[in-house]
């Protein structure tokens, strides 16, 4: 296994490749190249140079050693100059191979590292179906077959071939150089300026020396080369798609129309927004294939090759095309780097899918593997340890009755959530992130997102936050003494339920115009006025509430934070029922409610920073992947049980599915590495909101595939099924419908509360275009 190269030679190898794309690869540069005969080597020995060439080989054969994130650093790094030198084909892919095979192909290592001559890699591909044949001939090689779109043939030193046998069991490389062997080829250019070609083998003959590699050796170095292949080539896409996003965001800042900077429109923005979002998904599943192949976890590898190339194949057309769009005219032009990084990208795409297996399932992807991901900054925190804890608790501790509920997606009373986070208090669990003089253990956020995937993996319960995630933090932070001893041990021991008082009926997006009044009158506020979509209100001892104390001004500045008791006199609750036919949130109308000063929190009129403070906390774990993965089990086994209920394309359901997994797996490593980011002290403010809209959409599309997976039963809906604990059975498809058609219908919320996506997609905008 190859070594990583550490952060000092990383730095300088990226520095210098920085330099070289810049002082190299300025676009007019490259342009005026492209305009006269092409050199695809012209810059090869510099960047032999520069080291990269030899970064996949072992220093025993004069490389770098390099980790698979080490090449997909460097074609990241490339990315932004559209190289046009064969890095990934000959460097990586034809290196790879070469190093694979070791002493007897030295000289041309040698050749290769010192930018003297290169190899590509014929066939060899997963996803392609020309592939050679190759059979013995007397003492010699018989190649047959035909290959297609094989990107530098034309213009490679030597060529190794890859062949399978016959019967397509045992597979072959074999060294030739073009100008020994006769094989006919048609050249061309790609859409991105740089060379490919199509070969016919026909009876062509080669000796006994040719032969490289066979049979398992063969299999290892074919399937390590695919394996950086992709790495390589998504890690390019990933550069060349921040490029786009930068370039665009760029356009938008400088480019007037009707008299405005077009970053002052709305729908430009959201689009910008989900551009960054894209590419931020696509960065982190990356990583994720490098750390994969460099621990040589060949299922893993296999599944996250192909959902790498899923997700860069749905980002890199939309942001492409987004980004030419928003470029308008220029954008559809020659002139404009964007409309390379388009054609490079679809190039990319292509050349991705030719590497990649195809007949990955779904069932193939391992969960344990993907959250072991390691890479915590936490060096005296063993993750895997309290995982297996915490799976341990929730397995031993959680009433079976519960589990089943939540497991069924049945009805949850009071009592269930209470009773579950009694037992977690009892362990010393709930609060724990909490400051240990606060009644808590002081856990950080990776602590506490391991712990939260491993209770919703195991079907607890949610851990209603209004207490303990929203109103505790603000008291601890912001209460005084006497509100801290008297409020903090009931939110600890679950014996006081707290609902939000927040939104109005006409303040929701805009919570600053608020009008819900409190005035002072002796030891009293009297406070007038509507609530709106105040969640489990029904159940709730206390509210916390955002009432307006002053009219003039500034209407953030005029808000405070009251504590109000839900018995007082003048608190009228009516239900909201939801589209799922639930009574899950309220209307509470306060009349003359008089609420001793004793419980305003903070200063009269600090109510904004609290309310800011209290919602910038919540978001983090609003990716909320535990419930998506144990979600998807169960739309994968639904799925397979219903099948004959289905009507419709198999396999557009198959590729649905799988869409749907791949964009899990992405979300599983941006909310890790928006975690890793938060702990190193580099959270750039918009990361919360990146996951908030990526995880409640996923949310969604999983909801509907589930539903529409149901075939004929996804049209029914009868709620008292779900309220019936009678109902357990999944064998009736109607109970089924019910649960399942209840997650899709109450998903709509998701993209609603807790700031609605379109805010948070400003918030994102805001930061990119800083405006
Ligand atoms: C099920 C549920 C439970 C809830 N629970 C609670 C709770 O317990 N406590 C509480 O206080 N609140 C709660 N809320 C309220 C929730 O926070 C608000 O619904 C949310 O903030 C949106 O406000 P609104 O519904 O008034 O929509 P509006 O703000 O009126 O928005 C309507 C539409 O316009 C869009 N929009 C608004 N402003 C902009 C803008 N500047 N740019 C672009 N688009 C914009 C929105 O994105 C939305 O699509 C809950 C809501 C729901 C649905």
């Given at each position: 296994m190859a070594v990583a190269l550490d952060s000092e030679s990383k730095s300088i190898i990226n520095a210098t490749l920085q330099r070289f794309v810049a002082d190299s690869y300025d676009f007019s540069a490259r342009s005026q190249r492209l305009a006269e005969p092409l050199n695809y080597l012209q810059f090869w020995p510099v960047l032999a140079d520069l080291g990269v060439l030899s970064l996949p080989l072992d220093e025993a054969q004069g490389g770098l050693g390099g980790h698979a994130s080490d090449i997909a650093d460097a074609a990241m790094t490339l990315a932004p100059g559209l190289i046009l030198e064969p890095f990934t084909d000959a460097a990586v892919i034809g290196g790879s191979v070469l190093g694979s095979v070791g002493t007897s192909v030295q000289p041309h290592i040698n050749r290769l590292i010192n930018g003297e001559a290169f190899g590509v890699l014929l066939g060899g591909r997963g996803g392609d179906p020309g592939q050679l044949k190759v059979s013995r001939d007397g003492d010699g090689y018989r190649l047959d077959g035909e290959l297609k779109v094989q990107p530098y043939a034309s213009e490679a030193d030597f060529w190794l071939i890859a062949a399978h046998d016959v019967e397509g069991c045992s597979q072959v490389v074999l060294f030739a150089t073009p100008d020994e062997i006769d094989v006919p080829l048609h050249s061309y250019r790609l859409m991105d300026d740089r060379p490919a070609c199509d070969l016919w083998f026909e009876r062509v003959l080669l000796t006994?020396?040719?032969?490289l590699l066979k049979g398992s050796e063969a299999n290892q170095a074919l399937k390590r080369a695919r394996a950086l292949a992709v790495c390589s080539l998504a890690a390019e896409a990933v550069g060349i798609l921040a490029s786009l996003v930068t370039a665009t965001g760029e356009y938008l800042n400088e480019r007037q129309q009707f008299g405005v900077p077009l970053s002052n429109f709305q729908a430009l923005q959201h689009r910008l927004a989900d551009m960054h979002i894209g590419y931020l998904e696509a960065r982190a599943l990356v990583d994720k294939l490098a750390l994969a192949v460099e621990q040589s976890e060949d299922d893993e590898v296999r599944w996250l090759s192909y959902a790498v190339t899923s997700i860069i194949e749905r980002s890199s057309r939309s942001i492409g095309h987004e980004s030419i769009q928003m470029h308008g005219g220029m954008g559809v032009t020659d002139e404009l780097v964007v409309s390379h990084f388009h054609k490079r990208l679809v190039v990319l795409v292509h050349q991705m899918r030719g590497w990649v297996e195809h007949d990955v399932e779904a069932t193939e992807w391992r969960h344990e593997a993907s959250l072991d991901a390691g890479g915590s900054v936490e060096s005296d925190f063993d993750e895997t340890a309290f995982r297996r804890e915490v799976r341990e608790f929730v397995a031993t501790h959680l009433k079976p009755e519960t589990r089943a509920k939540v497991q069924n997606g049945l009805y949850l009373e009071k009592s269930d959530y209470v009773d579950w986070q009694k037992a977690l208090r009892e362990k010393g669990w709930f609060g724990a992130a909490w400051p240990v003089e606060a009644g808590g253990k002081g856990w950080s956020i990776l602590q506490e997102h391991v712990f939260l995937q491993e209770c919703a993996l195991g079907a607890a319960p949610m851990i209603i936050p209004y207490g303990v995630n929203m109103l505790g933090p603000v008291l601890y932070t912001f209460g005084n003494e006497e509100q801290k001893r008297r409020y903090l041990p009931g939110i600890l021991n679950s014996d006081t339920w707290w609902c939000q008082g927040y939104s109005e009926p006409n303040a929701g997006s805009d919570l600053a115009a608020l009008k819900t009044r409190a005035v002072r009158d002796g030891d009293f506020w009297v406070v007038n006025g509507t609530k709106m979509w105040t969640t489990e209100a029904q159940w709730a001892d206390m509210m916390h509430c955002l009432v307006r104390t002053e009219s003039t001004g500034k209407k953030q500045a005029g808000i405070s934070f009251l504590l109000i008791d839900m018995n007082t006199p003048g608190i009228t609750i009516e239900p909201i029922i939801t589209l799922d036919g639930v009574h899950h949130t309220n209307q509470v109308f306060l009349d003359n409610v008089r609420v001793p000063v004793e419980n305003l929190v903070g200063e009269e009129g600090a109510g904004w920073t609290m309310a800011k403070y209290l919602l910038s906390r919540e978001r983090g774990f609003i990716a909320d992947t535990g419930n998506k993965l144990r979600m998807m089990a169960q739309i994968r086994m639904s799925v397979s049980q219903r099948s004959k209920d289905f009507i419709g394309n198999r396999e557009l359901q198959k590729a649905r599915l799988l869409e749907l997994e791949a964009s899990l797996a992405a979300l599983i490593e941006l909310e890790r590495s928006y975690i890793n980011d938060w702990m190193r002290g580099r959270d750039d403010g918009i990361g919360a909101s990146v996951l908030k809209v990526r995880s409640t959409e996923l949310l969604q599309r999983m909801a509907e595939f589930w539903s529409d997976s149901l075939g004929p039963y996804g049209q029914c809906y009868d709620p008292a099924l779900r309220l019936d604990g009678e109902g357990l059975s999944d064998s009736d498809p109607t109970v089924q419908a019910a649960s399942v058609n209840y997650s899709y219908l109450y998903s709509r919320c998701w993209s609603i509360f807790g700031g609605t996506n379109e805010v948070q997609r400003n918030i994102i905008a805001a930061r990119l275009l800083r405006n």
């Amino acid at each position: 296994m190859a070594v990583a190269l550490d952060s000092e030679s990383k730095s300088i190898i990226n520095a210098t490749l920085q330099r070289f794309v810049a002082d190299s690869y300025d676009f007019s540069a490259r342009s005026q190249r492209l305009a006269e005969p092409l050199n695809y080597l012209q810059f090869w020995p510099v960047l032999a140079d520069l080291g990269v060439l030899s970064l996949p080989l072992d220093e025993a054969q004069g490389g770098l050693g390099g980790h698979a994130s080490d090449i997909a650093d460097a074609a990241m790094t490339l990315a932004p100059g559209l190289i046009l030198e064969p890095f990934t084909d000959a460097a990586v892919i034809g290196g790879s191979v070469l190093g694979s095979v070791g002493t007897s192909v030295q000289p041309h290592i040698n050749r290769l590292i010192n930018g003297e001559a290169f190899g590509v890699l014929l066939g060899g591909r997963g996803g392609d179906p020309g592939q050679l044949k190759v059979s013995r001939d007397g003492d010699g090689y018989r190649l047959d077959g035909e290959l297609k779109v094989q990107p530098y043939a034309s213009e490679a030193d030597f060529w190794l071939i890859a062949a399978h046998d016959v019967e397509g069991c045992s597979q072959v490389v074999l060294f030739a150089t073009p100008d020994e062997i006769d094989v006919p080829l048609h050249s061309y250019r790609l859409m991105d300026d740089r060379p490919a070609c199509d070969l016919w083998f026909e009876r062509v003959l080669l000796t006994d020396e040719a032969l490289l590699l066979k049979g398992s050796e063969a299999n290892q170095a074919l399937k390590r080369a695919r394996a950086l292949a992709v790495c390589s080539l998504a890690a390019e896409a990933v550069g060349i798609l921040a490029s786009l996003v930068t370039a665009t965001g760029e356009y938008l800042n400088e480019r007037q129309q009707f008299g405005v900077p077009l970053s002052n429109f709305q729908a430009l923005q959201h689009r910008l927004a989900d551009m960054h979002i894209g590419y931020l998904e696509a960065r982190a599943l990356v990583d994720k294939l490098a750390l994969a192949v460099e621990q040589s976890e060949d299922d893993e590898v296999r599944w996250l090759s192909y959902a790498v190339t899923s997700i860069i194949e749905r980002s890199s057309r939309s942001i492409g095309h987004e980004s030419i769009q928003m470029h308008g005219g220029m954008g559809v032009t020659d002139e404009l780097v964007v409309s390379h990084f388009h054609k490079r990208l679809v190039v990319l795409v292509h050349q991705m899918r030719g590497w990649v297996e195809h007949d990955v399932e779904a069932t193939e992807w391992r969960h344990e593997a993907s959250l072991d991901a390691g890479g915590s900054v936490e060096s005296d925190f063993d993750e895997t340890a309290f995982r297996r804890e915490v799976r341990e608790f929730v397995a031993t501790h959680l009433k079976p009755e519960t589990r089943a509920k939540v497991q069924n997606g049945l009805y949850l009373e009071k009592s269930d959530y209470v009773d579950w986070q009694k037992a977690l208090r009892e362990k010393g669990w709930f609060g724990a992130a909490w400051p240990v003089e606060a009644g808590g253990k002081g856990w950080s956020i990776l602590q506490e997102h391991v712990f939260l995937q491993e209770c919703a993996l195991g079907a607890a319960p949610m851990i209603i936050p209004y207490g303990v995630n929203m109103l505790g933090p603000v008291l601890y932070t912001f209460g005084n003494e006497e509100q801290k001893r008297r409020y903090l041990p009931g939110i600890l021991n679950s014996d006081t339920w707290w609902c939000q008082g927040y939104s109005e009926p006409n303040a929701g997006s805009d919570l600053a115009a608020l009008k819900t009044r409190a005035v002072r009158d002796g030891d009293f506020w009297v406070v007038n006025g509507t609530k709106m979509w105040t969640t489990e209100a029904q159940w709730a001892d206390m509210m916390h509430c955002l009432v307006r104390t002053e009219s003039t001004g500034k209407k953030q500045a005029g808000i405070s934070f009251l504590l109000i008791d839900m018995n007082t006199p003048g608190i009228t609750i009516e239900p909201i029922i939801t589209l799922d036919g639930v009574h899950h949130t309220n209307q509470v109308f306060l009349d003359n409610v008089r609420v001793p000063v004793e419980n305003l929190v903070g200063e009269e009129g600090a109510g904004w920073t609290m309310a800011k403070y209290l919602l910038s906390r919540e978001r983090g774990f609003i990716a909320d992947t535990g419930n998506k993965l144990r979600m998807m089990a169960q739309i994968r086994m639904s799925v397979s049980q219903r099948s004959k209920d289905f009507i419709g394309n198999r396999e557009l359901q198959k590729a649905r599915l799988l869409e749907l997994e791949a964009s899990l797996a992405a979300l599983i490593e941006l909310e890790r590495s928006y975690i890793n980011d938060w702990m190193r002290g580099r959270d750039d403010g918009i990361g919360a909101s990146v996951l908030k809209v990526r995880s409640t959409e996923l949310l969604q599309r999983m909801a509907e595939f589930w539903s529409d997976s149901l075939g004929p039963y996804g049209q029914c809906y009868d709620p008292a099924l779900r309220l019936d604990g009678e109902g357990l059975s999944d064998s009736d498809p109607t109970v089924q419908a019910a649960s399942v058609n209840y997650s899709y219908l109450y998903s709509r919320c998701w993209s609603i509360f807790g700031g609605t996506n379109e805010v948070q997609r400003n918030i994102i905008a805001a930061r990119l275009l800083r405006n």
